[in-house]
């Protein structure tokens, strides 16, 4: 009867690239959780504290978004932050003083996550699925723009369009 248990089996390579979606989405989430929580302490006016909290929950829609697709391809789920990008980043963490460090940190990660869903583009088996991984790159480059937009930083003529530098190779820290 044609095999249907494998109908929705993803392959190995759909299932990383996801996983490492996912996993870079829940970097987003933390990163913003701490800025969140360190508002006072950092001078993040109200603004900047709402756009993080929207930013957030659609980094948390896209992370749903991501390991419900590896669930339903037959994988596990990658459900926290990447811990490679993690401990690249604990130094900047570390390191942060004030809404400009924040704005600017937040700024790369939307600017590697954008990169990393275009670096996939093409190479998902599941054809369908490009189009689904791209829609989250989309917002992950606008939310950089808005980034650059409050940092006031030249977003359009350096980077008219968007490249895979700084792309976070499929399966790192999985």
């Given at each position: 009867?044609?095999?249907?248990?494998?109908?929705?089996?993803?392959?190995?390579?759909?299932?990383?690239?996801?996983?490492?979606?996912?996993?870079?989405?829940?970097?987003?989430?933390?990163?913003?959780?701490?800025?969140?929580?360190?508002?006072?302490?950092?001078?993040?006016?109200?603004?900047?504290?709402?756009?993080?909290?929207?930013?957030?929950?659609?980094?948390?829609?896209?992370?749903?978004?991501?390991?419900?697709?590896?669930?339903?391809?037959?994988?596990?789920?990658?459900?926290?932050?990447n811990p490679a990008v993690m401990e690249s980043l604990a130094g900047r963490i570390a390191a942060?003083?004030?809404?400009?460090?924040?704005?600017?940190?937040?700024?790369?990660?939307?600017?590697?996550?954008?990169?990393?869903?275009?670096?996939?583009?093409?190479?998902?088996?599941?054809?369908?699925?490009?189009?689904?991984?791209?829609?989250?790159?989309?917002?992950?480059?606008?939310?950089?723009?808005?980034?650059?937009?409050?940092?006031?930083?030249?977003?359009?003529?350096?980077?008219a369009f968007h490249n895979t530098m700084g792309a976070v190779a499929v399966g790192t820290g999985?």
């Open positions: 009867s044609g095999g249907d248990s494998t109908d929705t089996k993803g392959s190995d390579n759909d299932l990383a690239i996801l996983r490492t979606a996912s996993s870079l989405e829940h970097v987003a989430i933390d990163v913003y959780q701490k800025a969140i929580d360190n508002a006072g302490a950092l001078g993040i006016t109200a603004g900047v504290a709402d756009v993080a909290k929207l930013f957030q929950s659609q980094h948390r829609d896209h992370a749903a978004f991501f390991e419900g697709a590896t669930k339903q391809l037959g994988g596990e789920a990658f459900t926290v932050a942060l003083k004030n809404q400009n460090d924040v704005i600017v940190l937040a700024r790369d990660l939307e600017n590697v996550a954008a990169a990393t869903y275009q670096s996939t583009v093409g190479a998902f088996d599941n054809l369908a699925l490009n189009a689904k991984s791209m829609s989250v790159g989309g917002v992950e480059a606008r939310h950089a723009a808005v980034l650059n937009g409050v940092l006031k930083a030249d977003a359009f003529a350096s980077k999985l």
